[in-house]
């Protein structure tokens, strides 16, 4: 498997302007979830998905984020509209199960990331 | 409520020296230990974990973690380290019943060769 799968590697945007990124996990991996990265902040999860069905969305920051799994191989994190505050690298995460099992781990895309300028 | 806490934001040390990263952590339930690796550009790496039974737990690289319950730290550590061991190393813990991983603020640790 060619591992957690994330798009695009940077995105530049303008204020304002709506961004979408996506990710596909690991195949059979029936967790998904998504983090943000910064320099203030460190490693925040935003939301996390069972079975492409959103669990906790309590990360998120504001309604103008929003996340989605249509199905098992692909999911969605949209900022609209776009605020330089935004600026930071978004991580997606896949498990196979979910965390606390014994065998939990989670597997880490390459990030995105998104300049809002 | 839970933190991690890495004291220690960046760590320069020389080529085949000895190394420990420092992590510290609260919670009021007990929880499970990783740490993970970045190396430049790339997304996350386990690198070892604790989740029950002997408390020094080791990775293939040769690293090795050592849970201290009464001082509730997760220190990694390295007898001998290579100049590929720079990279950023983050200290997680998952409290039991939750399913979030929080992370600790990362140390970057820089090898001289």
């Known amino acids: 498997d060619a591992g957690v799968i994330q798009s695009p590697r940077h995105e530049v945007t303008e204020m304002g302007q709506e961004v979408t990124l996506r990710c596909k996990p690991i195949?059979?991996?029936?967790?998904l979830f998504w983090y943000r990265q910064t320099m203030m902040r460190g490693l925040e999860l935003l939301i996390y998905?069972?079975?492409?069905?959103?669990?906790?969305d309590s990360g998120m920051p504001e309604d103008r984020f929003s996340a989605k799994m249509p199905n098992a191989s692909f999911s969605t994190l949209k900022i609209q509209p776009s605020e330089p505050r935004d600026s930071a690298v978004y991580f997606c995460a896949s498990s196979l199960v979910k965390f606390g099992h014994l065998n939990t781990e989670a597997f880490f895309g390459q990030g995105t990331r998104l300049t809002v300028v | 409520a839970q933190s991690v806490t890495q004291l220690d934001s960046q760590v320069p040390v020389f080529e085949e020296a000895p190394v420990e990263l420092r992590c510290n952590y609260s919670s009021s339930v007990s929880v499970y230990l990783f740490w993970y690796v970045q190396y430049p550009n790339q997304g996350l790496q386990l690198l070892l974990k604790y989740l029950s039974g002997s408390t020094l737990v080791e990775s293939i690289n040769g690293f090795e973690a050592e849970f201290n319950k009464s001082q509730t730290s997760f220190h990694l550590r390295k007898p001998s380290v290579h100049i590929s061991d720079t990279a950023e190393y983050f200290c997680a813990v998952i409290p039991t019943g939750a399913n979030n991983l929080f992370f600790g603020t990362g140390t970057r640790l820089t090898v001289i060769p």
């Open positions: 998905f069972n079975n492409n069905v959103p669990i906790d």
């Open positions: 195949s059979g991996h029936d967790y």
